[in-house]
């Protein structure tokens, strides 16, 4: 009934998150992605799905505090028995200062079921609480105290179906607030990646428009300063543009973005082969091995794959065309980008 309560798109972060396949920094680390491991809000270096609920940043603990009092009037706002909120209050606002070391509080009731429930849910554990495996034990307790209040038409089970919709929900707010953190603080890699991106626009700017059409314009009207006060993601938008209308009409401007592959990656551009190195190519090959070049490079933009693949086949072509004895310092004349590791030294 929970579940049902929820929009599409939250049910689908709801079995990402249950499975633990919501993207994380465990789970990124795990998978070797290029993603920021350490949590955006703590800067810690283990971010769990867990730690996303009881992060210590401030900024964090002041929303986690506001959701609990959220949750907190909406027990007093469903008639929730006064023991029944009263602990589930002080075991969760306890449980998530210190998760690791947490320690079952003592509960003032005399209420023997409320008792065992309590105990029987901290076998379960409070983040799977959290998470909907509620002891069967909350649910009776609640319609017990229903069924006290005069002409009462409210069930336990829909009492616990509400309180894991409150809780899901929880989860979602909690969640988007990492999200917007991450997104406001960006990785060492996209730091770095930026400052190429700023020595890149510069150049652009002092290029002109050159031949692009007259539409393009209005992107050169604008200074540096005021493009570095933007965004990384406009900043990486504006230059993905301008390169992208450049490359449109083959006027390739010789810059850190032109053929390195993981800087043009994290651009969003497509990688391209060197085309000083293509013409040297085409002054040494036979028309066969030229045929097979330019299949391999066709397959490398269609697959994406990395250019020490083309950089390769381009060794191992120059090697059984080249008949001179230094044939490794050949290949670097040639196609100076390639690294020594790529040349293969025996053929």
Known sequence: KAAARLPHHRQNFL???????TLVGSVSRKRKMGFQHCCPRCNDWSETHSHVITCYNAKARHLRNSLLSTLNEWMEK????????????LILTQWMRKPGSFRLPYIYTVDLLLRQTVQQQQ????????????????ATLQDRYYRNIPHC??????WASKLQFELWTFIWDLWQHQQDMRLETPSADDL?????????ITFELNLGRDTLATFYATYFSTTEERLFAKTATD????????WGARESINNFANDLFSHNGPHRSWLGLRRRINPIILHNLHNLLSPTHLSKLNFTIQAEFTSERRPSHTSLYLSLILFQNSSSANRTEEIWA??????????????
Do not use: C
Request: proline residues 4%.
């Open 15 to 21: 079995i990402n998150w249950i499975s633990q396949m």
């Open 78 to 89: 469903e008639n929730t028995d006064p023991d029944i909120e009263s602990t589930i209050m």
């Open 123 to 138: 076998s379960i554990g409070w983040y799977n609480f959290i998470l909907g495996m509620q002891h069967s034990g909350w």
């Open 153 to 158: 038409k409210k069930t336990g089970d829909n």
């Open 192 to 200: 770095a990646m930026l400052a190429i991106a700023k020595t890149a």
């Open 235 to 242: 900043i990486r938008v504006w230059l993905r543009f301008i």
């Open 334 to 347: 040639v196609s100076p980008s390639l690294k020594r590791d790529e040349v293969p030294v025996t053929f």
